[in-house]
């Protein structure tokens, strides 16, 4: 057994090779956290017998949230007694994951005074993540985080810490400000996103462009994914440059366009833009010829989720564009639209999207006061099985085309 | 004393980012030109103004230890006046407006351990869960693996020799955390036995209607033993996703035995060319092999170097799948199709061909 000898021959097999190792990272803070030496003797264990010794979240946190630590406790406190409590905080990062050395430097010493000296940077929603620590140490760290600027994240049924790409700051493609978006929503969502009183939990995720850097279209409840409706801004000195240099442009740029929107002769890039569908291929291929347009802003995409509960969605169409400015009002009343609706009658558990699924997204649309528009569909209904709404009835003064 | 005076402050939310921008970045924000690729794992990008910033993207095991970080903190520091960020494949980014400074920095990298790429036709650094390091319902391990493919695919990290970029993922169960759904190559930690319900402790630990509610086949049924409220698992409805697990700390499905991960194709989330595509089933089972998962690391390789092999450039995984059908892919990767591959949950017959055009 792994516990009290110190020694972890499995793990020791994951400090080999060239990728970093995360054992190594566990073992040179177990050299003086004691946190981090019992963490590394269970992770042995599991890895002899092949199964985890966690147990179940309960409920701790800090005083007045009821997001942002997860609970953790050992199911071997008595071979392991400094995991027994070792709960997860959740910290907000700032947008984009931009850090100085200071401010990197601060989080690190608040974390060796009070936790397991162990991090993730970073963790799936986007937060930063310090791994382990005990119950009494939470509002200690805490209160050092708040006066470092620093706040707790989300977690839980709230509004999750809203993330995204590092967009205008270092990305040509950005369609629109993903930073300040995400920074304002951040703000403007503390209470939803500090208190948990949603039916599950609600992901914003700003992409710049339909790249997606940030998955969002796949994990976000709302993914924002910049685009633009004027024309691709071209450079033909460039798009005949990239040839000379060996760019097989009919075969890699036009013939991979979806939209079949392109056309080459050898000398001359056209585009009709009319017909593009802002997939960004050729910009991708292209970039120092092509750009997106300037009539910028984002479309709008409802839903996604990972399977739990009833199946994977990806999100779907709700605002095909919308530009997105201070104080960014028709945003906000359409979400507070949705969350309205939504924290009224989704079911416990029920992300926005199975809501959307069980209710009918005609249904939904009407509840949040949004038109129903082809946009939002791959294509209409194929099953004749309509909830027809409308109808005659006998003494209505138009009578129907079969009765006359 | 001062200290304890200090009002207990809730509610500020994040650090403003501007606080962490390095000048070249507030001066050109939003004025961003083009970028070129330089070289593996460096970027530059160029501002209208003609500005320049150079970006040297180096891979992390993602979990980190405080030494580690008040390392980046000294490059950072040594080299691009304390400014760097993450990215979100988890890759650690510096930022310098100084070219000459870019090779000492990689040098300097590497002998921290750290490679230098992900960047442009590469594999970026693995998007993984906790795993057996921090998770309770973890199936397998998460960094272990991770490390394992890692080490053995890091040529296509330092190099950019692949046909596009390739996108790998990991969660350690059906939860997800991440969007490995949508990944051109997923692992994922899975169950194979219902969960083995703890009846003395169920009443007490777990509200019984949202056990019963949590099921997706409606596979869970009140009932009482021994007098005692409890549930009735309907096993052969099982299908293993956990979910009751995730409500009720009462009905585990960990197993040693019969854990371990399958392996997922063809997901991507970018818009580039083809539509947002989830992941398909490509290897229904692999047993947990720690620590190295030799198995895992083999069949990952496999799909990258016939992907890579034929695929056309610029082509992921997902479309060049869907240019050679699914019975070339199973037939070039050597795979077994099985009961397994065949989709029988909702809206499952969306999934047949439904068509005569096929490869013979």
Known sequence: ?404 | MAEEKKKRVTDIGPPHYEKFLPPVIKENYGKWKYHEILKPGVLVHVSETGAKLYSVRAGSPRLLGIEKIRLYADLADKYCDGYLRFTSRNNVEFLLTDESKIDPLIKDLQKLGHPVGGVGNSISNIVHTQGWVHCHSAATDASGIVKSVMDDLVEYFTDMKLPAKLRVALACCLNMCGAVHCSDIAILGIHRRPPKTNFSKLNSMCEIPMVVSSCPTAAIKPTTIDGKPSVEVIEERCMFCANCYTVCPAMPLNDPLNDGVSIWVGGKVSNARSEPMFSKLAIPFIPNNPPRWPEVVEAVRNLVEIWAANAHPYERMGEWVNRIGWPRFFEMTGIEFQKEHIDDFKHAGLTYKRSAQLTH
């Open chain 1, 1 to 404: 057994m792994a516990n009290g000898n110190g020694k972890t021959p499995k793990l020791d097999e994951l400090e080999k090779g060239a990728w970093p190792s995360f054992v190594k990272e566990i073992k040179t803070e177990a050299k003086k956290n004691p946190m981090a030496k019992d963490l590394l003797g269970q992770l042995e264990r599991s890895y002899e017998e092949k199964i985890g010794h966690w147990k179940h979240g309960g409920i701790v946190g800090v005083m007045g949230y009821g997001g942002g630590v997860i609970g953790r406790y050992s199911d071997l406190p008595e071979d392991f007694p400094n995991v027994s409590h070792f709960h997860t905080l959740r910290i907000n990062q700032p947008a984009g994951w931009f850090y100085t050395s200071d401010a990197l430097r601060k989080l690190c010493d608040i974390w060796e005074k009070h936790g397991s000296g162990l991090t993730n940077m970073h963790g799936s929603t986007g937060d930063i993540i310090f791994l382990g620590t005990t119950t009494e140490e939470l509002e200690p760290v805490f209160k050092e985080l708040t006066e470092a600027g620093f706040d707790l994240g989300g977690s839980g049924s709230d509004v999750r810490t809203p993330s995204c790409c590092c967009g205008e700051a270092r990305c040509e493609w950005a369609c629109y400000d993903t930073m300040k978006l995400t920074y304002f929503l951040t703000m403007h969502y503390q209470d939803e996103l500090h208190r948990p009183a949603f039916p599950y939990k609600w992901k914003f995720k700003m992409a710049g462009c339909p790249n997606d850097c940030v998955a969002s279209v796949a994990r976000a409840d709302m993914s924002i994914i910049g685009t633009w409706r004027d024309s691709i801004r071209m450079d033909n000195k460039a798009v005949t440059e990239y040839a000379k240099s060996g760019m097989n442009i009919e075969r890699d740029v036009v013939g991979n366009c979806p939209a079949k929107c392109m056309e080459w002769d050898g000398e001359e890039l056209k585009i009709d833009n009319k017909a593009c569908r802002k997939c960004m291929h050729c910009i991708n291929v292209m970039p120092k010829a092509l750009r997106p347009g300037k009539d910028k802003g984002a479309t709008v995409l409802l839903g996604s989720k990972a399977p739990i509960v009833e199946g994977a969605l990806l999100s779907s169409v709700l605002i095909p564009f919308i530009k997105l400015e201070e104080p960014y009002t028709e945003l906000i009343e359409l979400v507070d639209a949705i969350h309205d609706i939504w924290a009224e009658e989704g079911k416990n558990r029920e992300r926005v999207g199975e809501f959307i699924q069980r209710v009918g997204l005609g249904n939904f649309l009407e509840a949040i006061g949004v038109e129903p528009i082809p946009q939002m569909v791959a294509h209409p209904r194929e099953n004749p099985y309509v909830f027809y709404e409308e109808y005659f009835e006998e003494d209505d003064e138009e009578e129907s085309e079969e009765e006359s």
